[in-house]
């Protein structure tokens, strides 16, 4: 039985992927991506461990070839085309800054809207596609990711439409969930207001407490 890899380790390796491909290193330690990372040394080797022994003890991994491991690990090694939904303030900020990365692991190569003023417009390199087009688009592009901009109301329905055309991976801004009862499809869920509240916890406890 294949040994169930937690979701948070994951979520992990973009950042070791991140650091590796900017370090001027050929061999980095555990402690030494701990540091650029934020994470320590034992969580980054148990998180390797998963898929592997990728260094060698005493010596650390070549940057390399564990950055290789971890963009087949996540599947980036041949590039994920990406699809947002919603040309509004969020999806086109997040295409404009995705196309000033140059980066190709993951690709946004297409965009959908319902309004027929932004229709046929671009975003960066990106042109705003009729949602009429959803399925044809995941088609001719297969699509691997969408990322859902949209208003809750309309999130649902676009969502199942897009799991039916194949598409199994969804980065949700909305703030309800979706194809919560398709267990091939995994949703990761960002709710921007809700990490806000919960950051205020935060500003508070880091204020002073006077006694009167």
């Known amino acids: ?31 030494i ?19 592997g022994a990728f260094g060698t003890r005493g010596v650390g991994y070549e940057v390399k070839a564990l950055r290789q491991e971890i963009l087949h690990i996540l599947q980036l090694d041949h590039g994920v085309r990406a699809v947002v939904i919603g040309a509004g303030h969020l999806g086109t900020a997040l295409v404009r ?18 309004n027929p003023d932004v229709i046929g417009t671009k975003v960066g390199t990106v042109r705003v596609e009729s949602v009429d087009q959803l399925e044809r688009l995941v088609d001719d592009y297969d699509i691997g990711i969408a990322v ?6 309309a999130a649902v329905e676009v969502a199942e439409r897009l799991a039916d055309a194949g598409v199994h991976a969804f980065l949700n801004f909305a703030p309800v969930p979706v194809c ?5 499809v995994f949703v990761q869920q960002i709710d921007l207001t809700l ?7 935060f500003v508070q406890s880091r204020q002073p407490h006077h006694v009167k």
């Not at 169930?4 to 950042?15: M, Q």
């Not at 859902?148 to 109301?153: C, D, E, I, R, Y």
Request: positive net charge; aromatic residues 8%; charged residues 20%.
């Open 195 to 201: 990490e806000m509240q919960a950051l205020s916890y």
């Open 33 to 51: 991506l701990g540091q650029a990372t934020g994470f320590s040394s034992e969580q980054i080797r148990k998180d390797l461990a998963y898929f």
């Open 97 to 114: 800054y995705v196309g000033q990365l140059h980066q190709r692991d993951v690709d946004i190569v297409a965009m959908v809207d319902n």
């Open 1 to 31: 039985m294949q040994q169930r890899i937690p979701d948070a380790t994951i979520r992990r390796l973009p950042a070791y992927l991140r650091w590796l491909s900017t370090c001027n290193l050929e061999r980095v330690t555990s402690g």
């Open 180 to 184: 919560s009862k398709r267990p091939d």
């Open 148 to 153: 859902l901009t949209l208003p809750a109301s």
